[in-house]
């Protein structure tokens, strides 16, 4: 399992691109859509709160090294999990710190936070006014009036709940206690039904077709491998299993088409979406790094990976072109994990 897991500043670029000389950049708004840049999460290091957010401009290379601490003159917090854009907020996921900030995009200033939640993982927009939100901890998803900022009631999911997916009115949860991936009615918020995928899910995504992708880890006490298991939510049903013979996929990612998925596995791996068969080689070989989350640019494919190093000091992105050329790479906070590009 994972380690549980400005805008005004000064920040002293650590970037070492290619034929370029360092940027020292005093003022660094990630604009008002964000796409001119690539927000990072960076973990932090457990019960240290030093997590935070970074961000990487497209431009010149700059790279702002903490958000919201310069913004908000406080830490963010106790490992950052994971953030999600909606309704024009980022809904910035603090694990170990039990609470959701809620910050807008661009100066990045606090606009409220969601507390009551006991061990917080990822955010899911389901209307304008409500959210889901999976739980390591606590056996629920808690689900969130985004009007008040709280918790309006819990629904019940024994196990580890991470990343969610929407199609046809449900919400799907993975969980990684489990051997099934949960799906609830979002009309009602009950849990309707339950999907045998295998053990271990942890992250999902939905391809061109409405397909739903699933990374499953797999159990190593019981010889289960890991597996990409594809379901069509208009009946629920599995339409395909694609095995491992070693190894557990995890993080899956598509490209800004969503006909191609993109998943880790000690490297980075791609596949088409209508593919029968898994890649039998990676787009990026990740030897000698500490490969910990990456995400692919929809621009133009470009692929950044994050290199948490020896999860103690500041870690590393690099940044790969389509074909898996290494560009450059970076200087960002603790543990490096996850990219969003808006």
């Known amino acids: 399992m994972k380690k549980l897991l400005f805008l005004l500043f000064t920040v002293s670029l650590t970037s070492c691109l290619k034929d370029k000389p360092p940027v020292v950049q005093t003022t660094l708004l990630p604009g008002s859509s964000g796409s001119e840049g690539v927000f990072i999460v960076n973990e932090g290091t457990f019960n240290f709160g030093n997590a935070g957010i970074s961000y990487y401009r ?30 024009g907020k980022l809904y910035v996921v603090v694990n170990n710190s039990q609470k959701i900030e809620v910050v807008d995009p661009v100066s990045f200033v606090s606009q409220g936070q969601i507390k009551g939640l006991l061990s917080p993982r990822y955010f899911l927009g389901v209307s304008i006014n409500k959210a889901y939100v999976s739980d390591f901890k606590s056996g629920k998803v808690s689900v969130v009036d985004l009007i008040t900022n709280t918790v309006s009631k819990t629904i019940s999911c024994p196990g580890w709940t991470e990343e969610m997916a929407l199609a046809y009115g449900k919400a799907y949860i993975t969980n990684y206690y ?122 133009n494919g470009e692929i950044y990976v994050a290199d948490a190093l020896d999860y103690v000091q500041r870690g590393l992105v690099y940044r790969y072109s389509p074909a898996g050329n290494l560009i450059s790479s970076f200087k960002v906070g603790y543990i490096p994990s996850r990219f969003y590009f808006y």
């Open 178 to 299: 489990s051997n099934y991936l949960y799906v609830i009615d979002t009309r009602t918020d009950l849990l309707t039904d339950s999907i045998n995928v295998g053990y271990g899910g942890t992250s999902i995504v939905q391809d061109k077709f409405g397909k739903l992708w699933v990374a499953v880890s797999g159990n190593s006490d019981a010889g289960e491998n890991g597996k990409l298991v594809v379901i069509d939510p208009s009946d629920d049903k599995v339409e395909q299993s694609l095995p491992f013979a070693s190894g557990r996929p995890s993080n899956l990612f598509l490209n800004a088409g969503s006909d191609t998925l993109y998943y880790l596995d000690k490297h980075v791996w791609k596949m088409p979406v209508s593919s029968v068969s898994l890649p039998t080689s990676p787009v990026v070989n990740t030897n000698g790094k500490t490969a910990y989350g990456f995400g692919v640019n929809p621009a």
């Open 58 to 87: 497209f431009s010149d290379g700059a790279v702002s090294e903490d958000l919201f601490k310069t913004a908000n003159n406080r830490k963010l917090g106790d490992v950052c999990q994971s953030m999600t854009r909606h309704n």
